[in-house]
């Protein structure tokens, strides 16, 4: 089946710094890449739509010179959270879709725990 | 986007059969409904999707009546392992930007 692997599974910074996260689609090319954040015991928010080679979309609130992505293959999305405060610990979340087998499900990676300092 | 709403929790012993229900009032004639399973520091993960009646998988059937304002999600013979949150999500899976959006979810606490 489709996997989607997450790196780092998990980070501790102090604040200020920037945090890289990777999501990777390892057996299948996804067009489109979604990144999510998810708070203790709250459901999941979609942050932005990350499609290849282009800019990514942002969802109503979210700061695009804060929450950087790039996607620059279709196997790859970076996540950047840029001078992290200890407002943006959270657990995100990436996921994607098979370009091939068409847009009908999202397969998830296993989550990047960010906690910032 | 069609709005789902499911019980906050729900309880269960091992070994019972377990319905969730989901209501999504105003789901679109393109809109499939999705369930998703979610433990605690993981992603989601895929359980079932259908459009109308009935679909059975290995894990899980989903049941859609005939107005699709509801579906409920089945789980025969839950054992501890699934204890998780189950997540309902309508959306056109052929709209990129649809099924993106996750409602409150149903924390499944199976008790042995």
């Known amino acids: 089946g489709a996997v989607v692997s997450q790196h780092p599974s998990r980070v501790i910074c102090k604040s200020g710094t920037s945090v890289k996260i990777e999501c990777r689609s390892l057996?299948?090319?996804?067009?489109?890449m979604f990144w999510y954040r998810q708070f203790p015991k709250q459901s999941l928010m979609l942050m932005a739509t990350s499609n290849e080679g282009s800019k990514a979309t942002y969802e109503q609130g979210v700061e695009k010179d804060k929450f950087l992505i790039n996607h620059a293959s279709l196997t790859l999305s970076t996540l950047t959270v840029t001078s992290a405060h200890p407002e943006d610990s959270s657990f995100y979340i990436c996921?994607?879709?098979?370009?091939?087998?068409?847009?009908?499900?999202?397969?998830f990676g296993p989550g990047t725990r960010l906690t910032v300092l | 986007l069609a709005k789902t709403t499911q019980p906050i929790s729900m309880d269960s012993y091992e070994g019972q059969e377990v319905n969730i229900t989901c209501s999504h009032n105003n789901i679109a004639t393109n809109d499939y409904i999705t369930w998703y399973q979610q433990f605690p520091s993981q992603g989601p993960r895929f359980i079932i999707q259908?459009?109308?009646t009935k679909v059975t998988n290995e894990v899980a059937s989903l049941f859609i009546p005939a107005d699709r304002k509801s579906s409920t999600l089945s789980l025969p013979r839950v054992s501890l392992s699934d204890t998780a949150v189950y997540y309902c999500l309508v959306g056109d899976p052929n709209n990129a930007g649809n099924m993106l959006t996750f409602g409150g979810g149903t924390r499944l606490m199976v008790k042995p």
């Open positions: 259908g459009y109308k």
């Open positions: 996921s994607a879709r098979d370009r091939l087998a068409g847009g009908n499900e999202q397969f």
């Open positions: 057996d299948f090319q996804a067009t489109t």
